[in-house]
C-alpha cells in the first residue's frame, strides 16, 4: 500500500480543487477526508459541528485516517486541521508523499472566508484564527515537499507538485541506483 500524494494545507489553501487537478492529469482516484466523513455520518461538516462539536469530528477523521491505510496511487486531499493532532503527520507520511500548499496567512484567510460555511470560522476573530494557524504550522511544516501556493492557479499548483514530484522520483531512482519509478506525469503539463 503507499504511493498517494497527501495534500495537506490551511482552509484556503485550495487542497480540494488542487486534488481534482492532479488526480484528473495523473488518472489518479482523488478521495477528500472530509467526504469521507460527510458520507459515513450522512450529515454536512457544519451539522456534524453544530450538533457534535469538534471532538466528534476528529474522532471520524481518525476513522477516515484508519481506512486510508487501503488507500494506493490516490490523491487524497485532507482537512485543514487532519495533520495537525498527535502521531498524524507519521500516519499520512506512511500513505505517501505528503504536500504542504502553504501560502501566507491573510490570503488563505480571506479565501477561507470567501469559501463556504467553515465551523473553524465561526466565532473566531482573524487573531484566533490566526493562532490556529500558528499552532498548525509545524504540522504542515512535516510534509515531504511544501509548494507555496501564492499567485498560482489551481492549475498551476498541480502543474508545479507533478514537476517536483518527478524530480523528486528522478532523483531518488538515480540515488538507489534502481530503475526508475513509473513517472508522476503521463502526459505533457499545460500552464
Ligand atoms: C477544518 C477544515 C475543513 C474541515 C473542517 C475542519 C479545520 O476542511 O475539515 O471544517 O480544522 O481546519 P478545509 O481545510 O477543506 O476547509
Redesign the pocket.
Known amino acids: 500500500m503507499g504511493g498517494n500524494i497527501v495534500l495537506v494545507?490551511?482552509?484556503?489553501?485550495g487542497?480540494?480543487s488542487v486534488g481534482r487537478i492532479l488526480a484528473r492529469r495523473l488518472g489518479r482516484c482523488l478521495v477528500?477526508?472530509?467526504d469521507m466523513?460527510t458520507s459515513k455520518e450522512g450529515r454536512s461538516?457544519?451539522e456534524i459541528?453544530a450538533s457534535d462539536g469538534?471532538a466528534h469530528?476528529r474522532a471520524a477523521?481518525d476513522e477516515a485516517l484508519a481506512l486510508l491505510a487501503l488507500k494506493s496511487g490516490d490523491v487524497i486531499?485532507?482537512?485543514?486541521?487532519?495533520p495537525?493532532r498527535e502521531g498524524r503527520p507519521d500516519a499520512l507520511e506512511a500513505l505517501g508523499t505528503v504536500v504542504w500548499l502553504s501560502g501566507d496567512f491573510d490570503t488563505l484567510y480571506c479565501r477561507?472566508l470567501r469559501?463556504?460555511e467553515?465551523?473553524?470560522l465561526a466565532g473566531r476573530t482573524r487573531d484566533d484564527v490566526l493562532a490556529?494557524y500558528r499552532a498548525?504550522e509545524p504540522y504542515y511544516g512535516r510534509a515531504a515537499v511544501t509548494v507555496d501556493t501564492m499567485s498560482l492557479t489551481p492549475d498551476q499548483v498541480a502543474a508545479s507538485i507533478i514537476r517536483t514530484l518527478g524530480a523528486r522520483e528522478r532523483d531518488l531512482a538515480v540515488g538507489d541506483g534502481a530503475r526508475p519509478p513509473v513517472p508522476v506525469s503521463s502526459e505533457p503539463v499545460a500552464e
Open positions: 494545507g490551511f482552509m484556503g489553501a487542497k480540494s477528500e477526508t472530509d466523513i461538516i457544519p459541528f469538534e469530528f477523521e486531499a485532507t482537512g485543514g486541521g487532519f495537525c477561507a469559501g463556504g467553515r465551523p473553524m490556529l498548525r
